[in-house]
């Protein structure tokens, strides 16, 4: 079965950095675009950024320059470094399968000033 498992988050100070990672199995992963989701409460889930199999990467307009999504193929791990962090940022954040509709559980970022 597949199965997408986030860490990393945590409790950071505006300006601040911390990086997400999320373990994969049960999937040629190598064969995967990912992609990285958050939802804040009360708001929409909304696409944060992709990766595809070659490494073409996409974000979303408010966290281009700051974040980061890279994958390494032969831990089966996607990361999102996640720099300059805004107030706005804090939400729950979801790894995905790109095309296919496997979640992972979310790891929770709160930024604090």
């Known amino acids: 079965q597949v199965q997408l498992g986030e860490s990393g988050g945590g409790l950071v100070q505006i300006g601040g950095s911390l990086r997400l990672s999320c373990a994969a199995a049960?999937?040629?992963?190598?064969?995967?675009?990912m992609g990285w989701y958050r939802q804040a409460p009360g708001k929409q889930r909304e696409l944060v950024a992709t990766i595809g199999m070659y490494g073409t990467t996409t974000y979303a307009d408010s966290v281009k320059g700051r974040f980061t999504i890279s994958r390494d193929n032969a831990k089966n791990t996607v990361y999102l470094q996640m720099n300059s962090l805004k107030v706005e940022d804090t939400a729950v954040y979801y790894c995905?399968?790109?095309?296919?509709?496997?979640w992972g559980q979310g790891t929770q970022v709160t930024v604090s000033s």
């Open positions: 049960g999937i040629a992963f190598s064969k995967q675009p």
């Open positions: 995905k399968i790109h095309t296919l509709d496997y």
